[in-house]
């Protein structure tokens, strides 16, 4: 880790980048386990946490082609994980969402995911280093927001 403390937003962000990018590799290997690949992950998530979207919405959201998102959303329409419905005002527009089964995976790697984290600061952390862990976390989210 580099220096503690020194508040430099050039040093902090290449730590918080490297760190935040170890975190999410160990996570994902939680959610690989799955037998979705990690654009089907990355989408799935999306739509259950978002709602109803397009195909191209999604794309441009998760940075990919069109052509690259039409295959992540086959395979997961094709699994059942998925649905396309017509958009009432639209009807030429095709809305994505996730099935009651697709929220079921989702809520099954979160609560997987979570419990590992969960079982790692019981064991690992005093109380007051997780209550400082939490209060790092809104600011966490405000710079996820900006990014």
Known sequence: MGKRGSGNPDEVGVELRLLVGQLFRELRNDMTVSGLSVPELSVLGRLDRDGSVT?????????????????????????????????????????????????????????????????ALEMEFTAAEVERIADVLPLLARLRDRL
């Open 55 to 119: 195909a191209v919405e999604l794309a441009a959201a998760e940075q990919v082609t069109p052509q690259a998102m039409a295959l992540t959303v086959a395979s997961l329409h094709d699994r059942g994980l998925i649905s396309k419905t017509k958009d009432e005002r639209d009807k030429r527009r095709l809305l994505l969402e996730t099935t009651a089964a697709g929220r079921t995976a989702m809520n099954a790697l979160r609560t997987g995911g979570a419990d590992r984290v969960v079982k």
